[in-house]
């Protein structure tokens, strides 16, 4: 698969991208599947609102949902979603929402999430659009439920609806202290209903169960070890498989010889075309004959971090002549006028998602139909990749997926389940297939590298004039300037990667940033202005103006002045519906130079605050998270290989790399809420940056800034982390 | 292959497995304790930590043959009677997870750091659980979860 087109579709955000029809499902398919009760589905088109409150009789449903809710007899609410749980907490935050306008408690919804054979379409769990577009359906269709739950109350009791209320999971007559449960109303019920709207829906401002705190759902199974990510599937009779890999990328095969493998006892060697796998009935067996398999690989000549930048910026790939997302006034006249200038080159290297589960898949046949349970951000993607790969229909495919051991935007592909159900096919059983760290570090895709160039012009007061903002490779989001500058460029490269890319939390938005964020700074520092007042100066958003003051306040900034070993340091932007601010206190020891991050403010806001505590917990993670990438990860790679393809090498942000951090909620109840998962990514860097500057007058330019050892060709910033 | 007798989570078990599997494929693979979870293979993430006579192991790392006559505690022993470990219930009560992928790991590194009525400082629980990874990022609701679980020991043994 063409990494590029990954990186693309996400670019796209789906806008350009028409999700195949829905589930082919029928009345028959419903009763098969609910046993009757009632329906309530979320279809695209406005024409599906005009169906409503029909009776089954010959009906049938719309082959095009988003989404969909059944009342069982028993009065258990099912909310069916493509979405997947990764670790960001939808499960939980998505059941609060229909709680709500359902007028139920919590633990009434159960979500059934990420099953190809359950659940209606969704191109993908990414993009931070969960929370913005699966939300407000889901409210949608709680919302015409509870409606159709009152109508039929009114009907029984031959009252008007509109006298009636719900609470509870129950339709109240507050006249006559009558009551039915909306399981004694389903009871024998078939009804379904369509629903396009979103009118009438509960404002977050009378929220009771959405708005509040709620633990994280089945939290229980966590802390006992019952809950089943996808690598702790087991089948009857599954085996184990392992795949052998190439001695690099772009590697042909030259000769292989499997001989030596298919002799040890139980185990089967697979061939299918470049595809080289074995099974056995335990893992140490697999990899002992995969050890046994004798593979001769030609890998050609490709960059290494040496030469990546100047692959970036000037390589073949850049050929193609494109033009800048955005152009205002004239950038060169304003420069000439400007009294300060700043010019300055920024470079990212590639970093590694590292989700601690590595890929894993448990693949069944039955005939020619196969189930696939596997970790991924898209199951419906990676069911069309089976069908692809294994050449069979679609609907023959069913994929699972368990809440798994995160992603952060690296597992949007289905390499492991496309292997194992390989080797399931061929070894007529189920069959395993985990990934090890080694193979995660090396045959999934990272985050792009980039280079970074941005020219800035000022009046001496601070006034922002001029701004020219190019990024190669690394991405487009998060590519603009949230500040008023009347003259701009802003400008995107694509480039031939020398490593699969893909997106990752935030996608580009963490680079450009960091770059953006850390000019402001030289730009502040050239005009002798405080950073935070001088990003005032040039700010009108007030959502942003609100998160940087906020941030400010918390931390303390008008009293944080720096020394040569305490810097404090201040960054912030939006992106996809989030507002962020960061400040950053970082120590640096002037005789061993090693930076430590002290403490983190971080203000956010996203609209109306769907669960508080989720929000807080994403938002202290993704500062963590992005510690690592500001300060020391990186993925060092030579000629097809990578270098660092291990915990004891790549390194991670662990306990005593975690700051003190401090995280302000602004929730707006009066605003739609936005997603969360991923710019909350995006401060911390410049902020620690402009702290490492505030101490010692050093502007670092790389990300990472302080790595154990810098990457070849990569100037030593001398500090260490 | 060789019938071992195990001593896991207070029961005899006896497996068939080669002397040299690691503990982690045994317990995973063999005994279907999926609780205890594969990252790295190198020791370096503490995901596959179990107690090994009340001392976090990396079972990754450790052969199955060496364990005989250790009594192996995973995640699925911890709980007793319905009620979770003190330390269990203060993850749970610090919502001390995001993906939760690493929780089994850590819950186990910290039930082994506050044996015997241990009160460890933050620093000590800083340096005694830094070979544990959460690549989500949750260390300090996870050292929360510790110090509540730390104090409620403390508590427990003043009574």
């Known amino acids: 698969m063409s990494s ?94 229909v709680a709500e306008e359902l007028r139920t408690g919590f633990d009434a919804i159960e979500m059934v999430m990420g099953d190809t054979a359950l659940t209606p379409y969704d191109m993908g769990t990414f993009g931070s659009r969960t929370t913005p577009t699966m939300g407000p359906e889901l409210r949608t269709m709680a919302a015409a439920a509870r409606q159709m739950l009152m109508e039929m109350a009114g009907e029984r009791w031959q009252v008007d609806p509109a006298t009636l209320t719900a ?116 893992p140490a067996t697999a990899q002992r004959a995969l050890a046994a398999i004798q593979a001769k690989w030609d890998v050609p000549s490709q960059p290494s971090n040496r030469e990546l930048f100047d692959v970036l910026k000037n390589g073949s790939g850049n050929g193609n002549v494109e033009r800048p997302q955005y152009v205002a006034g004239s950038v060169a006249q304003a420069l000439d006028g400007a009294e300060i200038k700043v010019e300055e080159q920024y470079t990212i290297q590639y970093i590694a998602h590292a989700p601690l589960e590595p890929r894993a898949a448990v693949a069944e046949w039955d005939g020619d139909k196969l189930t696939v349970w596997t970790g991924t951000q898209r199951p419906f993607g990676v069911r069309d990749e089976l069908a692809a790969a294994l050449k069979i229909p679609a609907e023959n495919v069913r994929v699972i997926q368990p809440d798994m051991g995160a992603g952060y935007g690296g597992k949007h592909t289905g390499e492991a389940a496309v292997e194992a159900a390989r080797l399931a096919r061929a070894a007529g059983k189920p069959v395993k297939l985990e990934w090890t760290r080694r193979e995660e570090f090396t045959w999934a895709y990272f985050r792009p590298a980039g280079v970074i160039e941005i020219r800035a012009g000022a009046r001496r ?7 020219e903002f190019h990024n190669y490779n690394s991405g487009n989001a998060g590519i603009g300037s949230p500040y008023a500058v009347p003259n701009q460029i802003i400008q995107y490269h694509a480039a031939d990667s020398p490593l699969r890319q893909g997106s990752y939390r935030s996608l580009a938005a963490a680079a450009n940033h960091f770059a953006r964020e850390s000019a402001m700074d030289s730009v502040a520092a050239a005009a002798g202005v405080d950073p935070l007042a001088f990003r005032m100066k040039n700010l009108t958003d007030t959502r942003l103006r609100a998160v940087f003051q906020a941030a400010a306040d918390k931390f303390g900034w008008e009293k944080a002045k720096s020394t040569p070993e305490r810097g404090f340091g201040i960054a912030g932007g939006n992106e996809k519906g989030g507002y962020v601010a960061t400040c950053a206190e970082v120590e640096i020891d002037s005789a061993s130079k090693k930076v430590r991050v002290r403490r983190v403010v971080q203000a956010w806001e996203s609209g109306a605050i769907v669960n508080p505590d989720g929000l807080r917990n994403q938002l202290s993670g993704a500062i963590v998270q992005g510690l690592g990438g500001a300060l020391f990860e990186q993925v060092l790679f030579a000629n097809g290989r990578i270098q660092n393809a291990s915990f004891a090498q790549y390194r991670l942000p662990r306990f005593s790399d975690t700051p003190e951090i401090e995280i302000v909620l602004l929730d707006r109840k009066d605003l739609p809420s936005a997603g969360a998962g991923e710019t909350g990514i995006v401060g911390i860097a410049p902020a620690i940056g402009n702290a490492i500057f505030a101490a010692t007058g050093v502007r670092l330019r790389s990300m990472p800034m302080a790595p154990r050892a810098a990457a070849p060709g990569q100037p030593d910033s001398g500090l260490r982390s | 292959m060789g019938d071992l007798l195990l001593h896991v989570n207070g029961a005899r078990v006896n497996v068939n497995a080669p002397a040299d599997e690691p503990l982690l494929w045994v317990l995973r693979n063999r005994l279907h304790l999926t609780g205890t979870h594969y990252g790295c293979g190198e020791g370096q993430c503490g995901a596959c930590t179990v107690l090994l006579d009340g001392r976090a192991t990396r079972s990754c ?14 995640i699925e022993g911890l709980e007793h009677d319905g009620k ?63 110090q509540r679980a730390a104090q409620q020991q403390a508590q427990g043994a003043r009574r």
């Open chain 1, 4 to 97: 590029r087109t990954e990186f693309e579709r996400e670019f796209n955000e789906g806008g350009s991208w028409d999700p195949p029809g829905g589930l082919e499902f029928d009345r028959r398919d419903f009763l098969k599947l609910f046993g009757g009760g009632l329906f309530v589905g979320l279809g695209s088109a406005s024409a599906w609102a005009q169906e409503s409150g029909r009776r089954f009789g010959g009906h049938e449903l719309p082959k095009d949902l988003s989404a969909w809710l059944h009342i069982a007899a028993d009065g258990g609410v099912k909310v069916y979603t493509g979405k997947a749980e990764v670790g960001q907490n939808i499960r939980t935050s998505l059941a609060q929402l």
């Open chain 1, 167 to 282: 609470a509870n999971g129950k339709v109240l007559d507050a006249k006559t202290q009558r009551s039915l449960s909306y399981g004694e109303l389903t009871r024998g019920e078939n009804l379904v209903k369509i629903v396009s709207s979103d009118d009438a829906l509960t404002p977050a401002s009378a929220w009771k169960i959405a708005g509040t705190g709620i633990p994280k759902a089945q939290g229980r199974d966590f802390v006992t070890g019952s809950h089943a990510y996808p690598s702790d599937i087991v089948r009857p009779g599954m085996l184990f498989g392992a795949v052998l890999r190439p001695d690099g990328f772009k590697a042909t095969l030259e000769s292989i010889d499997t001989s030596a493998a298919e002799k040890i006892d139980q185990v089967k060697a697979v061939r299918d075309g470049d595809f080289t796998g074995v099974v056995a009935p335990d």
């Open chain 1, 461 to 467: 007061d601070g006034t922002l004039l001029a701004w």
């Open chain 2, 61 to 74: 790392l450790t052969p199955v043959g060496a364990v005989a006559k250790s009594k192996i505690v995973t």
């Open chain 2, 84 to 146: 979770l470990s003190a330390v269990q219930q203060a993850f749970l009560d610090e919502g001390a997870f995001q993906c939760g992928y690493c929780t089994s790991g850590m819950i186990l590194s910290a039930t082994a750091l506050l044996r015997d009525g241990r009160n460890p400082s933050e620093d000590q629980i800083v340096a005694a659980m830094n070979g544990n990874v959460c690549r989500c990022g949750t260390y300090p609701r996870i050292l929360a979860a510790i």
